[in-house]
């Protein structure tokens, strides 16, 4: 079974641009999640969606933004980038995205803002 | 809200040693407790986990027991292997039915083994 992938690997933008993510999740999982990871703030959650709704949001603004397709591919979607944008944005998938399910991770996609 | 702390590192070890990565929650009610393992250049991995009250998690030589009345979850591993050099992060998840794909992650540990 092929795992969660994530593209592209790495991405370059500049300030006040937007910027698409993708993942696939492993086939049959319908929950996915997104996370960022910085050297400062470590892992967190940004949001997750499950048969194409949201239904769990971290505290991030909302420049920061997803989306599900029916086949459970997710992009994310932030607008108007920050320097401080610059993270390895991580998605994982489940299959029910249930609280004792085990999460399986991409190995992300590095954005660096300029 | 949640948090969870782990042990300041990094931590260096000779192989054959024996690993403690403390890791305490604060939480509500009766979460899942996890570890996760993150390899260069990788994304995460579950390594272990417990669902509830004395559950002992286990995998590859790595232990860890949920322990209520101190709120805690260490990791432990009896001889540790240059294998085993990677971050490690211990997590939480609210049972529910709202904490829908949320885990919430401590610090992170970086594990270093010599040979």
């Known amino acids: 079974k092929a795992g969660v992938t994530q593209t592209p690997r790495y991405l370059i933008k500049t300030r006040g641009q937007q910027v698409t993510l993708s993942c696939s999740p492993i086939s049959g999982h319908r929950s996915v999640s997104w996370y960022q990871q910085t050297p400062g703030q470590g892992l967190q959650f940004l949001f997750e969606?499950?048969?194409?709704?949201?239904?769990n949001k971290g505290n991030f603004p909302g420049r920061f933004s997803g989306r599900q397709f029916s086949n459970s591919r997710s992009e994310m979607n932030v607008s108007t980038l920050e320097l401080g944008d610059s993270a390895l944005y991580l998605c994982?998938?489940?299959?029910?995205?249930?609280?004792?399910?085990?999460?399986?991770f991409g190995s992300g996609t590095q954005l660096s803002v300029l | 809200g949640n948090s969870v702390t782990q042990m300041e590192g990094p931590v260096t070890l000779s192989e054959e040693a024996f690993l403690t990565i403390n890791c305490t929650y604060t939480?509500?009610?009766?979460?899942?407790l996890f570890w996760y393992v993150q390899y260069p250049g990788e994304g995460l991995q579950l390594l272990l986990k417990a669902t509830k009250a004395d559950d002992k998690g286990s995998n590859k030589g790595f232990e860890a027991t949920y322990r209520k009345e101190t709120t805690s979850f260490h990791l432990e591993k009896g001889s540790v292997q240059v294998s085993d050099s990677a971050v490690y992060f211990c997590a939480l998840s609210n049972a529910g039915g709202t904490s829908y794909g949320k885990l919430t992650f401590g610090q992170g540990t970086i594990l270093t083994v010599h040979p």
């Open positions: 994982a998938s489940s299959p029910m995205g249930g609280a004792d399910e085990k999460l399986f």
């Open positions: 939480a509500t009610g009766y979460p899942s």
């Open positions: 969606y499950f048969s194409e709704t949201q239904r």
